[in-house]
């Protein structure tokens, strides 16, 4: 049987009307041990179906380093129906109660090591769609928060600008970045805006398209991300973790499957391999 554990929801921010970043403290006992990249099960009673509980997943954005609470955030599932879950949790208050099962998740692990035992030291690449952002904003976080040299660079793909949900975090880590060196902090973040002819869109100066178009190679043979890190990228140099819609992980395939690059799934049969990816259909 599933024994839900109780937290108490201390802090929502609702971003816009769909979109919400929500923390939560757990009532028993400490924030769990988690892994950067991992999810957590929320729950809530259902009264529409007799108070039965209704859990879904949800990645935490917030690193593990953080004891004092647990992030999300979480976009309202509107079409075709409202969804179970998310259309509670968008009348959830500061205060309120809510159940919680412990994290899990492997699919977004970072990798520390390469299969011949030395350690990984490749530059990190962190595509997210949408909320699908959510596991590298733990990632920025945890690396950030242990000093570690390696490269990290965050792509963001959204809809609209106003869904750029941690832009202001992401671009004090570059500015960090950029003011202590790069042999202290090497961070970079880009975003790509994908309705740009919208009018809500209209100051929007940065990348336009879907996210995976940061890997497009233009005119020059070089694609966008390459011309953010300054040189070319191959199986060598770069890890890949993506996380959002299949058709986001497909996108991303397409331009790095040519290139040799293979997902952990497939991996080799000496166990190497260059992308990771955690997909919501
Ligand atoms: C590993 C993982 C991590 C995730 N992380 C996040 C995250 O960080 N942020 C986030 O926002 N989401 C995340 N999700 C998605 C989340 O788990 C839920 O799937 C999502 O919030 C929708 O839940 P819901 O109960 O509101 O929708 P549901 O009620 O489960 O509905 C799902 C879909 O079915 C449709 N539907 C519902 N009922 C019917 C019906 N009777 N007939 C036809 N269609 C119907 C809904 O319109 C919706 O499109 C994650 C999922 C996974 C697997
Ligand atoms: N780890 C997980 O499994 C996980 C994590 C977070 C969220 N989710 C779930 O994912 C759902 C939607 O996420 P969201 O609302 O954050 O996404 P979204 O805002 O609707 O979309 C984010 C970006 O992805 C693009 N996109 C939409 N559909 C696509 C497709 N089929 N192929 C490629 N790109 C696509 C959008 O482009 P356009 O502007 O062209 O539409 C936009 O640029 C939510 O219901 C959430 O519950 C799952």
């Known amino acids: 049987m599933v024994v839900d554990n109780k937290a108490t929801v201390t802090y929502v921010q609702l971003i816009k009307e769909d979109l919400v970043i929500i923390r939560i403290v757990p009532k028993d006992g400490p924030v769990p041990d988690f892994q950067a990249g991992q999810f957590l099960t929320l729950g809530l009673p259902n009264p529409l179906d007799g108070d039965k509980i209704v859990r879904r997943a949800y990645s935490i954005a917030s690193h593990p380093e953080n004891k004092e609470y647990i992030e999300f955030v979480i976009r309202w599932v509107r079409k075709p129906l409202p969804g179970r879950l998310t259309t509670q949790l968008f009348n959830v208050k500061e205060g ?115 996210v995976e178009t940061f890997l497009r190679p233009r005119d020059n043979g070089l694609s966008p991300l390459e011309e953010l890190v300054g040189g070319k990228i191959t199986q060598e140099n770069t890890i890949f973790y993506v996380c959002g819609w299949q058709g986001t992980i497909d996108g991303v395939m397409d331009f790095l499957n040519p290139k040799g690059f293979v997902t952990q799934h497939d991996k080799r049969e000496d166990g190497s391999f260059e992308v990771k990816y955690e997909s919501y259909g």
Request: net charge negative; aromatic share 12%.
């Open 96 to 210: 309120d109660e809510i159940l919680w099962l412990k994290p899990a998740g492997k699919a977004l692990g970072i990798s520390e090591e390469l299969p011949n035992g030395e350690k990984d030291t490749r530059r990190i690449v962190c595509i997210g769609g949408g909320t699908g952002l959510a596991p590298f904003v733990s990632f920025a976080q945890h690396f950030h928060d242990t000093n570690d040299k390696r490269e990290i660079v965050i792509l963001h793909g959204a809809s609209y600008v106003d869904e750029l949900s941690y832009k202001d975090m992401l671009t004090g880590f570059e500015d960090e970045s950029n003011a202590k060196g790069k042999d202290e902090w090497n961070f970079k973040y880009r975003a790509a805006i994908s309705r740009p002819q919208e009018w809500f869109n209209r100051s929007w100066a940065g990348q336009i398209g879907r």
